[in-house]
């Protein structure tokens, strides 16, 4: 008698996806590597074919710009994991039966830490607890808490409540739907949280300088003080590389993690 | 591997109210499900007969009452424990999108941690019983099958762990009437062989007739207004909702409950009309209707249109 083919039971294989189908369904995760190249390409010839004078030599050489794309990393890395941290165990707490009627004002909370002028509170914080990197961490991660909470808390939502019924009836313990099947069914929503959680606190960090905390705006507030329009335009495009790199690595996560069947 | 049988339910004063409510959605529910049968909750829709069945494996925590399976008083076992012995298939279905069918399938034998080997055997050998074959549609995931597909893997996921206990709410509701048919009558079939002791909800009385050993025609506060065989409520309602309920049409409908095999039929088989023994009184009614003066029961004796109708008075007589 022939063999008849087993299915595979692992359930292992959940997330993986071959990459060659991901680029093929979303030629756009092709083009934006291109673009930022692009734009390095532009700004490399742009500062080639420039003569720098004196104050323009401080801030455009590779050991200074090194050392801004570093601090800008470390500061915006470092409000991310803070973020991530906070918002996804909070989004889940609040979506728990006990706890649903905090989400407003979890949801509230965190929508103040956004409403705020980040320049402000930046200051602010300085102001009361002194200037350095650790301060414009935390300010930054409270002013990107509310994507990836929202999206925690909305992804949580949206699951077909059929679903969770299912697994409950089927005699799953809470903690056992919540992690077999309600989060692995809101990662793509906790993500596209995770990827504007990123791409915020790449742009906020450029105000780290203003609280000595270094990054891009190193290059960006001195071009604008001292009116050297190269030093700024470095600074911009490098926080848009910056930007642009974090969001197409998140959008490869997004892809990567997406679980198959939904 | 073995079949386990069902196991008796046994309700008793089951109550519960609704936070803020100012009455009982159910009150005060009594019933006894036999081991090995299938008993059909039916009644109009809010009568409570879902909050009743879902009581049973405590999707809905009861508010006082007991719950009583095998004679083992379930009321304040943990949740996730009892319900892992008790089958759960529900209208929405409800597979988990994100897992292939036949992991949806090897959820509860998952969770009791058999091993890897032993759960492939019986998620291999529960599509197959389902009518899926395991090859074809194992590795596929739950959207990727059509909605009466979608149904069989509820079934056999909820058979999955073999367990004695069976609820199904309105599970065949949502497929379209060609595919509620064809589920519903393998189901009998697959019933009739596994003998789970199932508790079913349905709001279509022809559905309950068509599968139920027993039936519990339900009104608000899930009042049980009747609780008998199909032929018992059909030729004797006891209220006047249950009347409502089964319609004018009765006796019509009786007469595809009872088969041929077991009637008092006369001697011979003069006539040129034959039905196989193995149909029902509808048939039979069916060839009259359609001009015959007498008819064959297979090689056992035949019937004339007198005849017929005194085997459906005694029948009648006989379930009141």
Redesign the interface.
């Known amino acids: 008698m022939a063999k ?6 692992t ?1 292992g294989s ?1 997330y993986s996806q071959s990459a060659r189908l991901i680029f093929k369904r979303n030629r756009s995760l092709l083009v934006q590597p291109v673009l930022i190249l692009v734009i390095l390409g532009i700004m490399m010839t742009y500062i080639h074919n420039h003569k720098l004078d004196i104050i323009e030599k401080v801030t455009i050489n590779t050991k200074f710009i090194f050392k801004a794309i570093e601090d800008h990393l470390i500061l915006s890395f470092s409000a991310a994991a803070i973020i991530l941290l906070i918002a996804i165990p909070g989004g889940i707490i609040f979506t728990r039966p006990k706890m649903k009627r905090f989400t407003p004002i979890a949801l509230a909370l965190a929508n103040i830490g956004q409403a705020f002028p980040a320049v402000g509170l930046l200051i602010l914080a300085g102001i009361w607890f002194g200037f350095g990197k650790p301060v414009a961490i935390g300010t930054f991660a409270a002013f990107g808490t509310l994507p990836i909470l929202r999206n925690t808390i909305v992804g949580l939502q949206e699951i ?1 409540p ?2 969770v ?9 809470p903690g ?1 739907a919540l992690r ?2 309600e989060l ?2 809101a990662v793509p929503v906790i993500l596209a949280g995770v990827r504007t959680t990123l791409i915020l606190t790449v742009g906020v960090a450029t105000l780290g300088v203003f609280v000595n905390g270094g990054g891009l705006g190193m290059l960006i507030i001195p071009g604008l003080k001292l009116n050297r329009q190269i030093v700024l335009l470095v600074g911009g495009m490098l926080t848009i590389i910056v930007a642009f790199t974090m969001d197409w690595l998140a959008r490869l996560a997004e892809e990567f993690l997406r ?4 | 591997m073995p079949n386990v049988h069902g196991e008796e339910i046994r309700l008793e004063k089951l109550t519960k109210r609704y936070p803020n409510t100012e009455k009982d959605a159910v009150k005060e529910f009594n019933l006894t499900i036999p081991a090995g049968e299938l008993v059909v909750f039916v009644g109009p829709s809010g009568c409570g007969k879902t909050t009743t069945m879902k009581m049973i ?1 405590r ?1 809905i925590e009861p508010t006082s009452g007991k719950i009583l399976i095998g004679g083992k008083d379930v009321t304040h076992t943990p ?7 008790i089958g ?1 298939v ?1 209208q ?12 949806n399938v ?3 034998p998952n ?1 009791l941690g058999w091993d ?1 080997e032993k ?2 055997a019986r ?2 050998e529960l599509l197959h019983l389902v009518g899926l074959d ?2 074809e549609y ?2 596929r ?3 990727q099958l059509s909605g009466g597909q979608q149904q069989r893997v509820g079934v056999a ?1 909820a058979l999955a762990a073999d367990p004695a206990v069976l ?1 199904m709410d309105e599970p065949f509701g949502a497929t379209d009437p060609i595919t509620r048919v064809r589920l519903q009558k393998e189901f009998r079939a697959l019933q009739r062989e596994l003998k789970k002791t199932v508790v079913f909800v349905t709001h279509d009385f022809e559905e309950a007739l068509l599968l139920g050993d027993r039936i519990a025609v339900l009104s608000e506060q899930s009042h049980v207004e009747q609780y008998g065989t199909p032929l018992e409520i059909l030729s004797n309602p006891a209220t006047d909702r249950v009347k409502s309920f089964v319609g004018d049409a009765a006796a019509v409908r009786m007469l595809a409950l009872v088969g041929l095999a077991g009637i008092d039929v006369l001697p011979g088989t003069p006539a040129t009309v034959t039905v196989p023994e193995s149909s029902t009184l509808r048939e039979a009614m069916e060839k009259f209707i359609s001009g015959a003066d007498s008819i064959n029961i297979g090689t056992r004796g035949h019937l004339t249109f007198d005849a017929l109708q005194d085997v459906i008075a005694k029948t009648r007589a006989a379930a009141k």
């Open positions: 008849i083919k087993q299915p595979n039971l359930a959940m077909d059929f679903i019924e299912s697994a409950m009836g089927m005699g799953m313990t056992q077999k099947i692995p069914l679980p198959r069947g939904i | 494996n999707i949740a996730h424990e009892l319900r892992r012995n759960y529900i929405q279905i409800g597979l988990f999108p994100h897992m292939k069918i036949s992991d090897a959820t509860v969770l890897k759960t492939k998620v291999n395991p090859a194992g590795n995931y739950p959207k996921r609820l």
